[in-house]
């Protein structure tokens, strides 16, 4: 019976940890933003001492993979960037969208969250 007990109990707690997404959502905004960063591979050397005095030579290598990011505006004024390559080729500064998106709701029915689906042209501003 004890072990009943905890298993509802954690079955309870993980349920309330669940979310869920609302159906495909509109809002205008803009595109204020873009911006492009390559690929990247470095290495280096890095010299320290440990705590007890001793010289550590560390060599570091980093990757960084390219970046296509926009930047949009929402007509609610919020800002927020995407790294997708595929609307980076679309879109430019300036373009009026349509945002698509879906809400991302707990079970006690709060928006927790935002999931961006796409974007679409609606106009460019000149």
């Known amino acids: 019976m004890k072990h009943t007990k905890i298993i509802y109990l954690l079955l309870a707690c993980a349920c309330t940890a669940c979310t869920h997404k609302s159906a495909i959502k509109h809002e205008s905004g803009v595109i204020v933003e873009k911006q492009y960063s390559p690929s990247f591979d470095g290495s280096g050397t890095s010299v ?9 030579v560390t060599d570091n290598s980093i990757h960084k993979d390219e ?10 004024n919020t800002v927020f960037s ?18 698509q998106y879906m809400d ?10 935002y999931d961006f689906v796409t974007a679409t042209k609606t ?4």
């Open 82 to 99: 995407i790294n997708r390559a595929d609307l980076y080729a679309r879109l430019n500064k300036g373009d009026t969208v349509d945002i």
């Open 67 to 76: 970046q296509f990011t926009l930047v949009f505006k929402c007509q609610h």
């Open 123 to 126: 106009k460019t501003c000149w």
């Open 104 to 113: 991302v709701i707990n079970y006690d029915n709060q928006v927790v969250d």
């Open 48 to 56: 320290g001492f440990t705590s007890g005095g001793h010289m550590v």
